[in-house]
């Protein structure tokens, strides 16, 4: 059975893998594309790499008709994403792949992204988009959040360890480094080539970056107290990849245990031997999920590394993925790709 | 029905491009990996990005037995497949990706590659294999010769003019623009990232570059007369990727005609509007070849850019759609990935 | 004797080099630095990298008080460039870096650059600025147009060889390859990390890039007749270099005694021996220019490759060497840094 | 007056950067070069960038005459280096890059290095040469070791925090992320560009790396008891640059006025304002060390981000700061070249 799906926000990264992954879906197809700012424009245009593709030409969201869509893909920027989502028809199953609908409680909303939520009771409805922890919710859900690509990644490494109890949840440190694709289609002067290529630094240092609010939601929620966790996101020259190397107070083999017995079914999460350490190399492109774990030469301290595609696994990726079970289809569907290397 | 693959050379670039491609192919499995200086080590150690697979380990060659396989493909350095190919089963189906079986006339191989062709026999069989060219006798072949990866770029963008007489076979110049990876694993000086990364130069200037070997048989072979083009290949720092500019003497809108009659139906050849540029970004990780054609200023002077990835369409997946000939399946079979950008 | 600098259009790529290059001149002192959009910021903030030397801020262009100022770089875009020198005083002595003042022929520099040129008469004071050709009248010049950077390789590769009549003139290609940062900090789409990395394309192909204008212009008045070539740029994922590959109907060998013997005694200007090819990496952040010739194998062509950095010898390095000259300092003073390799 | 300078390595990185530096130093002269592996070449084919200089010839090292050599830098591998450096004339005046001799103890040096020191004797002689901290020391040495880039790196940031007892030194994690040339010019798979780039990962986790015992040695003896701190380095895909990101226990106002206070006066280590990450981009090529201190949310935590250039402060700069010590020049000498940007 054919699904017929739509994209609003096409023109961004996040929207292009979503083409991408789904070119080679064998039961999804896309039947409208939406972005305001190209409306009109062929996507041969707009993205060049998809032009073999029988794609529809962007629209305007004013000029769309939702019936006969089955599912709806919504890949806009955080706070346009609930002024749009909260006036599509009630019916239609979407999955929001902004930050609007992650945080449960509105005021950490606000609190960590300025602005007042506008659509509260719409929130209610959504589920939490970290397939793995969340299958049954997602596959009944109307509304699905997609997660941020450095939270997923945070708590692949972190959620089991939390569950068991084998960590201490006072000393937490996730020293993320991030590829530039993650800062979207914008137009900034840091992500100039000639100002990013070549050099690296940090930015929302000292615990001001907002994948804390989910970090926070969703670890305090696991430990049953409140879990504050350091986290220091840099800027890394290379268009694709999140690594995070996690600081933990635990025992390593029991770290590794805990993940590797976590996850030993899982089709896209992979813990590696124990001392092995992973590289967004092997995970390009791809919606696998790599996991490390070592110890330290000070006794008690384990070093956890996860390392995902952000645009894939850590977004369009997980959207495909939750679209699947949503839609019926094999959670696998479309998603097994190898990854691109070199 | 699903066919029994193996490869021998495993442990390349080409040979893991083969991997990555075979790995969502529908019909194909590979049984049987071969590269005898890592044999015994898991691909998970080699290619750690393919370790979801479930593939066999690296073997010898002299540990293999090929009852049952289907098709081999090798993916062996020139000179040592010559080797290899001339004692193996003669009933086995083989594509090779070096450039031992490209060049027919055993004196003009041994002039481009400075060793003497010690398979000559075989070398009778070997069908060239320029996929969109010769599909009927590689449907028949028991050995295929992968193409070159400049030359197969060159080829698709001059072949059909030469054919149809619209450029001056005296003045034909191709200046390439070469991924690295091209150049494979081996550890040169020149291939490290610090040496490579924010530069750029010439190689194999003056009309020494082996490729022109397969220019010149193909392209005497269409025009009826020996035809010698210019071909300067440039490294530039990126790992995938083939841009050849081509200046030719010609009527552009004629030039431009020609190509799009020449490819209207391929499934995997794109001649781009006149007037616009391709670029290697939109066909990196695919099996398209993207083609345009412009005019000059100078009346009666075209300029052709073609552009694809060197490791898909210009060698492992152009060796997977020769497969898919040769194994009756359709010829587009597992190769319909979207490019990955960014 | 302390020459007091000013430098207008302080905050994109050119002037920034300016500063770096007079950072360590012994007789250059920056004394004024103007950007309009970025007036009253400390340079620290615009340009951290060269936050240790003690430099004014950034001022607005009408705050400024010429007197004193012993010379006067402009590294504003063309047709801001021109509004803004015919407004300066006339006594200043200015080396411009835009094209506004490169094309000798107002009606030529309004074909090439699409506006009308506002300042014929300040124009027939300018002297062009391509130090090796116009030593004498750069010394004794108010106002100095530094060259183009495409357009600077490309002379030096050619320029010998009109003046000494060894290649045809009907047949001269400059295919050159541009790193990004010759695009200035504007903010397009194009020059993001995610669009530019690890891919590449032709752009303003088939005759029409602005740099033409100076080729028409000084090819010409060398051959005393009308000279078109053809000329094609890619945009490279680097971030300095330009490489120009030159086909050309000549002797090799008369075409490499011909730049060899023209450049022996220069500084900066380094003809490679015979077959010879240069790479950017060898000049990248010096004033260094590399160029090589290799014969083909087709009889009576030539290939003649030439290398600089865009921003130094194409650019600011240039226009320090042109201060020099128009300050009576040494012609190399401040300019003979070592490349930066890797 | 000019001091002769003999360079043993000249071959490798740090050797050439050794060369880019003195090249514009005014009073060093380079009289003697010495690469066993490519004797008798010219340097103009070893690294072409260097073609400008007038420089020797690589010779053998026993071919090589030390009299009338003031000053001899010694870049080699370590363990080669003890054994070539024993051998060396008594009263020559050297500077080792390699780690040979930094560590005091040859048991701790056998420790981590896994080979027994040759020239226990010898180190005795050597002065650790983290130039702001040693440098009477150094003045008055015959041999200097100088440091690890990785270790010099994590000192800046650390020493004044230990001396001043403002941070827990039980709880001290150091987040390195390191550019490619740190590890040199060696032929390894993991550094070819194919390989590196558009990825990254860590190495050397759990604490093995070699500069721990650089760490170990100077921070206990700091503070006066023994010091582990938490060191994993990820390999970035840059030539240059070296960012550590230390979490540490400390007021982080403390944290910041301590390092402030402690560099005020250094020409080369800079302490940001407050708030302010640091970043390799703004320090490439150059002699100086940025350094940042932020809060973090959880109180009582510091973060601490330093960054340099791997090959200049890191190692070739600090050569040549402690050459201009040990030869009575001013320290600043030569090395004052801003950044290059971009």
Redesign the interface.
Known sequence: MIHKIAIIGASG?TG?EL??II??HPNFQIVMLVANSKAGKPMAEV???????NLPNLSKLEDVDFSGIDLCFCALPHKTSQEVISQLPKYLKIIDLSADFRIRDPKAYEKWYGNPHIAPETQKEAVYGLTEFFRDEIAKARLVAGTGCNSATGQFMLRPLLSADVIDTN?I?L?M?CA??GAG?A???N?????????????G????HRH?GEFDQEFSAIAGKPV?I?F?P?L??????I?A?G?VHGIPKDVHATLYEAYKDEPFL?VLPF?T??????????N?C?IGV?????EG?S?V?G?MDNLTKGSSGQAVQNANLMLGEDETSGL???????
């Not at 890394?236 to 990849?241: M, Q």
């Not at 350490?277 to 791809?286: C, Y």
């Not at 070592?294 to 000070?298: E, F, Y």
């Open positions: 990264y292009a083409i991408r070119a080679t993205f060049p790499h998809l032009r073999h593709l000393d440190i020293d480094k530039v694709s289609r137009l900034k002067e992500l100039l080539h000639s100002e990013l290529s070549e050099g690296y630094n940090a930015y240092v000292g615990g001001t804390l504050k350091q220091t840099h890394i020259p290379a268009n694709r990849g690594l190397t600081y992979t001392g350490t992973p590289s967004t190399h092997h995970v390009r492109g791809s696998f790599h070592t110890g330290d030469r000070i301290r070093i590394i390392v097994l790709m190898a990854p691109i290397f070199p």
